[in-house]
């Protein structure tokens, strides 16, 4: 894949560098900011910014976000830092399954909850004919497990149908 | 060569000690407190009617009643993660509170380094550590799936450890646990032995010192520094110790260990150790029926 052509080559794959706070304090033309992370989950599931109060957003090549619980000094030149979090590359913000998993116990928008059986499809990483009135788009996906919503990952929702966005490697037959 | 044979004279009841070490291990699994509580993780196997008996000494660890612990709805979740029982010790003897940074030198695939994290209630820093970039991808998937977001991963050589991109330039705790000849690790691996040698026994315990003599270094006076292996030989356990005693700014401290052990030895084929290492610990399979283990504390400085 090429760089996109908005100045990103400066992004260095090499080092995490912290997001900056807003786009006024940005130095790399097109890099996510905090402010705008926060608003994403905010707007899109309604996670409360004051969930990732003790998160810092990092960014390793390619618009690929990392959260990470603590602070520590930018740049950073190491293997991983946190979990990855959030893929910023297309128009459309895309979350991780391990984000979902982590944070979207916390989520109030945009959560479809599934079926024992559709769950198991989901998690096996097969598309399937769903119901939902609700919007279009990377939703989290959940199911309800020993007494409670639990979320399983991202599926796509698009013309009735719901794609599972589990990663190869995450798939299980249950 | 019959390998376990050569520990005879250290062991009570070799007889059952033999017989253990035949014996295949059950399937054990650790619930990852960053995710679910045990009640919940429990009341989920409940749910996919799967039997399960905890481990008394620690009430995070469940035996399960299956061979596919991986193929459950608490393992796709990340609240669990299929570790073998004695292998949950280290971590707790290391202990982290929220807010401390602790070192896992060789941390890949991560069951000790994210448990490590969960103890400090995913809010402390764990730098995970491991030469080998191909387990490092396992400590990765581990760490992402059992969601530890206070953990940060390096790719080198923990004999020369450097901290250089981090702004501190000391850990509160670290965790050596070594790569070794893993004779302990018998019941889960039948040719676990096959590769034994007395040259390699030589050559890891060298690598072991120098690991274990770079965390002392690199944690802060007062601070622990928790020493494990999966193997019997004395040359990987008491006499590393031994090394670095003579050496090194530190001692060797009790610990509490809920699981049946004998002391560290201090003496093996003619070669004496220093009166402490008693302090560290033996975990043989037949006393609990686990796999075999040695942990040893160190306090940095003082």
Redesign the interface.
């Given at each position: 894949m090429s760089e996109p052509s908005d100045g990103l080559a400066e992004n260095d794959g090499t080092q995490f560098a912290r997001l900056p706070a807003t786009a006024a304090e940005r130095e790399i033309a097109g890099r996510a900011t905090r402010e705008a992370v926060l608003e994403f989950w905010d707007e899109r599931y309604g996670i409360d910014s004051t969930v990732f109060a003790?998160?810092t957003f990092w960014e390793k090549g390619s618009r690929k976000l990392w959260?990470?619980?603590?602070e520590?000094?930018s740049p950073?030149?190491?293997?991983?830092?946190?979990?990855?979090f959030l893929r910023t590359r297309q128009e459309h913000w895309k979350p991780t399954t391990?984000a979902v998993?982590?944070f979207g116990r916390h989520a109030s928008r945009n959560v479809l909850t599934l079926s024992r059986e559709a769950a198991r499809r989901f998690?096996a990483g097969e598309d399937q004919e769903i119901e939902w009135d609700g919007d279009w788009g990377y939703l989290i996906v959940a199911h309800d497990?020993?007494?409670?919503r639990?979320p399983?990952g991202v599926g796509l929702y698009l013309h009735g149908e719901l794609r599972s966005q589990i990663p190869k490697?995450?798939r299980?037959?249950? | 060569m019959d390998v376990l044979s050569r520990y005879e004279p250290l062991i009570d009841d070799f007889g059952a000690f033999r017989a253990a070490c035949e014996r295949p291990l059950p399937s054990v699994v650790r619930v990852n407190g960053i995710k679910a509580t045990p009640e919940r993780a429990r009341t989920a196997l409940e749910e996919e009617g799967i039997d399960y008996e905890p481990c008394e000494w620690h009430p995070r660890l469940l035996r399960l009643d299956t061979d596919h612990p991986g193929r459950t709805w608490g393992a796709f979740h990340g609240w669990f993660h299929g570790q073998e029982e004695v292998s949950a010790l280290p971590a707790r003897v290391c202990d982290p509170e929220p807010g401390e940074r602790v070192w896992a030198a060789c941390a890949a695939p991560g069951g000790k380094a994210t448990q490590l994290a969960a103890r400090a209630d995913d809010a402390g820093l764990v730098v995970a550590n491991d030469r080998n970039l191909g387990r490092l991808s396992a400590l990765r998937f581990n760490a992402e799936r059992l969601g530890v977001t206070s953990m940060a991963v390096t790719n080198r050589d923990a004999r020369n450890y450097s901290l250089a991109p981090f702004d501190f330039d000391a850990f509160d705790r670290s965790l050596c646990d070594v790569p070794c000849s893993c004779e302990g690790t018998i019941r889960k691996n039948p040719d676990a032995l096959d590769q034994w040698s007395v040259g390699y026994l030589d050559e890891i315990a060298s690598t072991q010192e120098a690991i274990l003599r770079r965390a002392i270094q690199a944690t802060r006076s007062g601070g622990a520094v928790v020493y494990s292996t999966c193997t019997f030989a004395p040359e990987e356990n008491e006499a590393v110790l031994d090394g670095v005693l003579d050496s090194e700014n530190c001692r060797l401290v009790d610990f509490n260990c809920a699981l049946d052990s004998r002391p560290g030895i201090t003496e093996w084929e003619g070669e004496r150790f220093d009166p402490s290492v008693e302090r560290a610990k033996r975990i043989y399979p037949h006393l609990n029926d686990t796999g075999g283990f040695f942990c040893a504390k160190l306090e940095v400085g003082g």
């Open positions: 003790d998160y959260a990470f619980r603590g520590i000094d950073i030149a190491i293997e991983s830092l946190g979990i990855t391990d998993q982590r998690v497990l020993a007494g409670a639990e399983l490697g995450r299980r037959e249950l | -």
